[in-house]
């Protein structure tokens, strides 16, 4: 009998998060709908003291990165991709990812994936017993979705770190993580579709730049030496 193997989805997000969906009612449109619209509501909110928002291109490390660098601080690490598409699994596992996206923008309108991250992260938020609360949000990549979850969630501070790597490196990181052989032309159409969602603009206002071209140790210390006096140590 074969192992099943778990996807890179199931792999990064908590199982806690995978459940959600399906725990707080009978069907999968109604939550969604219900996540959405507690994003946009005027409803009680959790107080989010502060949120970083960590940005750049596929393969510049952001989770890693991130994840090491603030061990130790008390964060609730939110990763954008498998989030969303845990719910697209979830909702629509006959579609395509972007097909399904663009479906549920003609009924929610534009900020639909923003709108479900800001209600996802509110729900997973109210199953925790503490009143305030540090988010780190990993993988937007537009400067109109930051400006979006950032003035539904509301944080008394928020930042952004923007992760780079030189793109031969970003290249090979991909193909390494994904386990399958890319294209160049294929990989620079997907750094391609990163601008035209407006990860350059982010950049342009990214509070931090690490360029992350060396090891993993040095990565995880150039983030940490920006974060240092602005993160929540335990």
Known sequence: MSETKSTRNEVLLPKSELSLFGSMDNGNIPTLTNLVRHAIDDVP?????????????HASGKSALAKAAMIGD?????DTGPVLRSYHTAD??????????????EHYGNNFTNDLLAGHIEASLANEAHEQHDIVVIGNRSYSGVERLGAVLAPDDSKVLYIDAPKELLYQRYCMRENKSLDRSEFQRLLDRDSAMGLDEL???????????GSFDEGVHAVGSKLNGWTTRT
């Open 45 to 57: 909110r959790a107080e989010i003291k502060k949120t970083l928002f960590v940005v750049g291109p």
């Open 92 to 105: 629509g596992p006959s579609m395509d990812f972007g097909p399904w996206i663009e479906m549920h923008e």
């Open 203 to 213: 950049a342009d206002h990214a509070d931090w730049y690490v360029l992350n071209d």
């Open 74 to 78: 008390l964060y609730r690490f939110v």
